[in-house]
T-cell receptor, first 113, second 113 residues
Framework: GENVEQHPSTLSVQEGDSAVIKCTYS??????FPWYKQELGKGPQLIID?????GEKKDQRIAVTLNKTAKHFSLHITETQPEDSAVYFC????????????FGPGTSLSVIP | DAMVIQNPRYQVTQFGKPVTLSCSQT?????MYWYQQKSSQAPKLLFH???????NEADTPDNFQSRRPNTSFCFLDIRSPGLGDAAMYLC????????????FGDGTRLSIL
């Protein structure tokens, strides 16, 4: 079955700096990769997703890159702000099976003002 | 705004006393999921309903049951809660298993006395 690894487990950055979170997946059949942000006491919220026919996707300060050959995908947050502090989960699934979403273990991001 | 609503946000029950958590959605999605999330871990899928079809994960304990009386509502029943069942319980929905990402509610935090 699919296995998703995520690094680092914790990340501290100064406000205004960039943050990068990296994930790897094992199942080459996976073709949909969402990223979720979970703030304290709240449920995970989808912040960006990418499909395997695309190498990069940007939404304002957030970007995700995908390397299908290496089975790597990464989240990039630029100009970090204190409100970016949260736990971020990467995930992998197949577009024909959104019910089988495999989450990475999460990265706790702290943005220091 | 269309959303996934979980009630209550906090639930305290006694060891062995049955408890029910509820989830409602205004997204009119076909699929509803229940996840268990323990501290500093990724959400773990317990089961999901695709319309009225119930799909249990292989490692979900028998102590956990679910009901979906209509499209909008889904319930999680824990028949005899043990101390190890203390966790955040997350409800999520998706339009279909082959269409759309999962959208999460803010969860119910369950404590066992």
């Amino acid at each position: 079955g699919e296995n998703v690894e995520q690094h680092p487990s914790t990340l501290s950055v100064q406000e205004g700096d960039s943050a990068v979170i990296k994930c790897t997946y094992s199942d080459s059949a996976s073709n949909y990769f969402p990223w979720y942000k979970q703030e304290l006491g709240k449920g995970p919220q989808l912040i960006i997703d990418i499909r395997s026919n695309v190498g990069e996707k940007k939404d304002q300060r957030i970007a995700v890159t995908l390397n299908k050959t290496a089975k790597h995908f990464s989240l990039h947050i630029t100009e970090t702000q204190p409100e970016d502090s949260a736990v971020y989960f990467c995930a992998a699934s197949m577009e024909t099976s959104y019910d089988k979403v495999i989450f990475g273990p999460g990265t706790s991001l702290s943005v220091i003002p | 705004d269309a959303m996934v609503i979980q009630n209550p946000r906090y639930q305290v029950t006694q060891f062995g006393k049955p408890v029910t958590l509820s989830c409602s959605q205004t997204l009119n999605h076909n699929v509803m999921y229940w996840y268990q999330q323990k501290s500093s871990q990724a959400p773990k899928l317990l089961f999901h309903y695709y319309d009225k079809d119930f799909n249990n994960e292989a490692d979900t304990p028998d102590n956990f049951q679910s009901r979906r009386p209509n499209t909008s509502f889904c319930f999680l029943d824990i028949r005899s809660p043990g101390l190890g069942d203390a966790a955040m319980y997350l409800c999520a929905t998706s339009r279909d298993v082959s269409s759309g990402p999962q959208h999460f509610g803010d969860g119910t935090r369950l404590s066992i006395l």
